[in-house]
């Protein structure tokens, strides 16, 4: 059964960092391909980085320079480094596999940038 669980999050300053871990089990995790999603209150959610098996990264042009993920294979943990935090990252942040979503979301970890 799959389980992802994030954590990290918490009210933050505009300018602000927060780093978001997210451990997963039930899968095999070092080839699975990871994205971090977020959904702000009203909105769908969206894709927000991503994450190869082999550590190639991607990033929505709206956290480009600003967000970085990383891995670690041993820890089945996936991370997000997010720096210069602004009041439109405020969501839920959630991990899962990409392209292809696991049925099974986890509970999301909140982030709100407020001054």
């Known amino acids: 059964q799959v389980q992802l669980v994030e954590s990290g999050g918490g009210l933050v300053q505009p300018g602000g960092s927060l780093r978001l871990s997210c451990a997963a089990s039930g899968i095999i995790f070092s080839p699975t391909a990871m994205g971090w999603y977020r959904q702000a209150p009203g909105k769908q959610r969206e894709l927000v980085a991503t994450?190869?098996?082999?550590?190639?990264?991607s990033y929505a042009d709206s956290v480009k320079g600003r967000f970085t993920i990383s891995r670690d294979n041993a820890k089945n943990t996936v991370y997000l480094q997010m720096n210069s935090l602004k009041p439109e990252d405020t969501a839920v942040y959630y991990c899962?596999?990409?392209?292809?979503?696991?049925?099974?979301w986890g509970q999301g970890t909140q982030v709100t940038v407020s001054p």
């Open positions: 994450i190869t098996s082999g550590g190639s990264t």
């Open positions: 899962n596999r990409f392209p292809k979503v696991f049925d099974s």
